[in-house]
């Protein structure tokens, strides 16, 4: 299916969140009739939807709900050993749903209809493997196979020193002797060189067109495995100018005359700047002469880079020495940042062991917390797993999730309070709205509708409620509210 984008169903186990949220969520992923801004998805972006398909754990069973015209892959997400790269190439996007199984201890009919009345109506237990393996090492793993593909919000570092990371890559001069002419460059570290007086690189040299040169150049060796950057969009350069103007050129093949890439920025004298090249501004080059057939670069394969201050067609160009100090080159992704990893998990899981709260008026899973090995606890350690990888997400945290249809009035909360109920279908759109809003990165909340447990909410087919613009509400929500902050003194112990 790939109309708005792909989907990809991965499951482990799953508990409140059944295979009609994953159909929902497929729904509304492959939908022509959807809103501007899912519509916006790139066609060959792959969503990866993970768990949602109500506890499939066999081949068998995942064939009959799917059909067989998906490709079928095999894993679980609690042994990263069958979390094979290739079952991921191409995934840019990602709606985690996966969640430990919790069912009645005297066991359930095969549509699990005591189950579906809800947590309060029996005694529950966990089935299957555990809060701590599901939601928390799975969570691990689901990560660790996904970070590549995701990309990380602040970027990658390919060289150079950004705060406490620091990379280096191998760099040599190649300037126009090679040519028979006498300019000459090199690249040092300089230990006190940078804006903050800490280390940075330096292209520098003296530059002559004496016997028809005029050019000098530093490039890194081919490296030894090709850096992947289809996360991002672009690569950023954190540099001092002189004045002058320089080009990049980058290559995705290992043959020393190949296509190359290339793009030319200009620097402003003796201001520290950052530069930022789109990938889609790279023109493809070989030998210098624009190549119009290429095919356009792939920033999944890059394996060679290369700084150039050439005079030829360079209105700046001015013989003599030369310098530019560069603390940092990096693949950055582009503003505005949206979504890449949505995660939906749970009201509550900062409210064991609060201090002050009566539990008698909270949800079971609050309750029951300590009974049901700890599933609350470790379903926050996964969202902090989240939250730490610097990839760009959203955790939702619905209330207690209902088989009725989506449209009642919501409210949104952050800082884990509220209780209630919501529609599955209803987190399924806020999540395909979620990935696509740059309001709702790296946010967390809670969600309810307005409609009290005791009343039934349905909809009239003939005149159903309108789409709702989720932006209303992500656009109110803040960064660094989780709930924690009321555990701070009071951690939850394990």
């Known amino acids: 299916m790939e109309l708005c984008s792909t989907t990809l169903s991965f499951s482990s186990s799953t508990s409140h969140l059944n295979f009609q949220f994953f159909d929902f969520l497929v729904g509304k992923l492959s939908s022509t009739s959807t809103s501007q801004s899912v519509n916006s998805m790139g066609t060959s972006d792959i969503v990866l939807v993970a768990g949602g398909t109500g506890g499939v754990r066999n081949e068998e069973k995942a064939r009959k709900m799917l059909g067989s015209d998906v490709d079928l892959v095999i894993g ?51 089935k299957g ?14 990560i660790k196979a996904l970070k590549n593909n995701l990309g990380l919000r602040k970027g990658k570092l390919l ?14 001069a190649l300037d126009d002797v090679v040519m028979g002419g006498v300019s000459e460059s090199t690249f040092q570290i300089d230990p006190n060189g940078s804006e903050n007086g800490g280390p940075t690189g330096v292209f520098k ?15 890194t060796k081919n490296f030894s495995e090709p850096e992947d950057l289809s996360a991002y969009d672009g690569l950023e350069f954190r540099l001092k100018g002189d004045g002058r103007r320089y080009k990049v050129i980058i290559r995705t093949s290992l043959d020393w005359d190949a296509l190359g890439y290339t793009a030319g920025f200009d620097t402003e004298k003796g201001k520290w700047q950052t530069i930022q090249l789109p990938f889609s501004s790279l023109r493809p080059i070989l030998r210098a002469r624009t190549v119009l057939d ?11 880079s290369k700084f150039e201050y050439d005079g ?42 609060r201090p002050g709260l009566d539990l008698s008026k909270q949800p079971p899973a609050v309750r029951l917390n300590k009974e049901l090995d700890y599933i609350l606890t470790f ?3 996964g969202e902090d797993l989240i939250r730490e990888s610097g990839i760009p997400y959203a955790i939702v945290r619905p209330c207690a999730l209902t088989e009725e249809p989506a449209g009642a009035d919501l409210i949104f909360d952050q800082g884990d309070n509220i209780t209630g109920k919501i529609s599955r279908e209803e987190i399924a759109r806020m999540c395909v709205a979620a990935l696509e809003s740059p309001y709702a990165c790296d946010k967390t909340f809670e969600v309810k509708s307005v409609v009290p447990f005791s009343e039934p909410f349905t909809v009239d087919p003939e ?32």
Do not use: C
Not at 294 to 304: E, Q, T, Y
């Open 463 to 494: 005149n159903p409620p309108p789409e709702k613009d989720y932006d209303i509400y992500f656009k109110d929500l803040k960064e660094g509210i989780t709930g924690k902050e009321a555990l701070q003194e009071n951690p939850i112990p394990v």
């Open 129 to 142: 493997d555990s809060p701590e393996k599901v939601e928390y090492i799975g969570m691990r793993n689901l």
């Open 294 to 304: 290429a095919p356009p670069f792939d920033p999944s394969n890059l394996m060679f």
């Open 379 to 381: 379903k926050l350690k």
């Open 159 to 172: 060289f150079g020193f950004e705060g406490d990371s620091y990379r280096q890559l191998s760099w040599g």
């Open 205 to 219: 040299g003296i530059v002559s067109t004496a016997n028809n040169g005029g050019f000098t150049s530093i490039r």
């Open 76 to 126: 679980d997400i609690t042994k990263d050993s069958t979390l094979s790269p290739e079952y991921f190439k191409g995934v840019k996007k990602v709606v985690n749903a996966v969640s430990v199984i919790v069912g009645p201890k005297e066991g359930d009919t095969p549509d699990r209809a005591k189950y579906s009345q809800g947590i309060k109506f029996f005694e529950p237990e966990i």
């Open 312 to 353: 030829k067609l360079n209105p700046t160009f001015v013989e003599g020495p030369f310098e530019l100090p560069v603390s940092s080159i990096k693949a950055y992704i582009k503003d505005p940042v949206t979504p890449r990893f949505v995660h939906v998990g749970s009201a509550g899981v900062t409210r064991p062991e």
